[in-house]
């Protein structure tokens, strides 16, 4: 994974460790893995290794904008003209977009990510697995998912 030219990258979604945080790039799943486990350190001692065990595979990284909202695509006449914002975009995990366009931000949002996602590829395990990482990232206020995801994680 990195940005464009082999940069560093940033996706305030997919890293839970602080919003505009520079990552370098990363050339497995070992890495990506690497670059999670730190805010998952405080779970239950097995959890980690097991929920681990589930995250799927990120590759062939593609190439991502990882911020396609509303506010950042431009429409004229009834088309595309134009797309912005493309500060987040790099080389993400083959689910990343999907998973994007499954966070709305605002009805309106939501509405628009539920049409886009449809004409994705479909990549639902990499979704729901960032969405028990993003629960799980809240350890120990733990929301319903994050509580359902770690006792399934203590049960296996």
């Known amino acids: 994974m990195q940005g464009l ?3 560093p990258f940033f996706s305030t979604f997919l890293f839970r ?3 505009g945080k520079l990552h370098d790039p990363l050339s497995s799943d070992g890495e990506l893995w690497a670059v999670w486990a730190p805010v998952l350190k405080d779970l239950p001692e097995k959890a980690p290794s097991r929920f681990r065990e589930r995250m799927p595979y990120a590759e062939p990284y593609t190439f991502t904008h990882d911020d396609l909202l509303t506010g950042n695509i431009m429409v004229k006449d ?3 003209a134009g797309i912005l914002d493309w500060e ?3 080389y993400f995990p083959v689910w990343w977009e999907f998973t994007c366009a499954g966070t709305g931000l605002g009805e309106e949002d939501k509405q628009w990510k539920s ?3 449809k ?3 479909q990549h639902k ?3 729901e697995f960032w969405l028990d990482l993003y629960a799980l990232s809240a350890y120990p206020d733990l929301n ?3 509580l359902k995801v770690l006792a399934q994680l203590l049960c296996n």
């Open 5 to 7: 030219g082999g940069q």
């Open 17 to 19: 460790d602080g919003f």
């Open 78 to 80: 009834g088309k595309l």
């Open 88 to 90: 987040s975009s790099g």
């Open 115 to 117: 049409l886009l996602q």
């Open 119 to 121: 004409h994705l590829p």
């Open 125 to 127: 395990e990499g979704h």
């Open 144 to 146: 319903e998912r994050g």
